[in-house]
Nanobody, 118 residues
Framework: QVQLVESGGGTVQPGGSLKLSCAVS????????MSWYLQTPGEQLKWVASVDTTGIRSAGATSYANSVKGRFTISRNDVRDILFLQMNNLKPEDSGVYYCKARDYDHWGQGTQVTIAA
C-alpha cells in the first residue's frame, strides 16, 4: 500500500524557515522521481520542486519553480525513504498546503500546512 506522509509545516514570520518531510512507503522510493507541490485556496496545484533518482544518469538532479529558486532546497534520503524540502526566506505567497508525489504513482498524502504571517 502506497503511503506518503508529509510533515513539518507550521506558521512562521516572513523571512523564516521551515523544513518539510515526506515519509514514503509501499513503493521503491530510491527509483522514483519525487516532487513537491503547493495548493493554495482558489488556485490550481502548483509545482514547487523535483529531485530525480540518484542513479548514474540522473545523479539526483534537482529543479525548482522560479518563485522558489535560491530559497528552497529539495533533497532525499534513500536509506530512510524520506523526501525533504528546506524552505528559507519564506514569503507570504509561499503559504498553503504542501504535498509530495512520486512521478510514477497517482497517490497523494494529506499534505502539511504552511502559513507565513507577520
Amino acid at each position: 500500500q502506497v503511503q506518503l506522509v508529509e510533515s513539518g509545516g507550521g506558521t512562521v514570520q516572513p523571512g523564516g524557515s521551515l523544513k518539510l518531510s515526506c515519509a514514503v512507503s509501499g513503493m521503491p522510493f530510491s527509483s522514483e522521481h519525487m516532487s513537491w507541490y503547493l495548493q493554495t485556496p482558489g488556485e490550481q496545484l502548483k509545482w514547487v520542486a523535483s529531485v530525480d533518482t540518484t542513479g548514474i544518469r540522473s545523479a539526483g538532479a534537482t529543479s525548482y519553480a522560479n518563485s522558489v529558486k535560491g530559497r528552497f532546497t529539495i533533497s532525499r534520503n534513500d536509506v530512510r525513504d524520506i523526501l525533504f524540502l528546506q524552505m528559507n526566506n519564506l514569503k507570504p505567497e509561499d503559504s498553503g498546503v504542501y504535498y509530495c508525489k512520486a512521478r510514477d504513482y497517482d497517490h497523494w498524502g494529506q499534505g502539511t500546512q504552511v502559513t507565513i504571517a507577520a
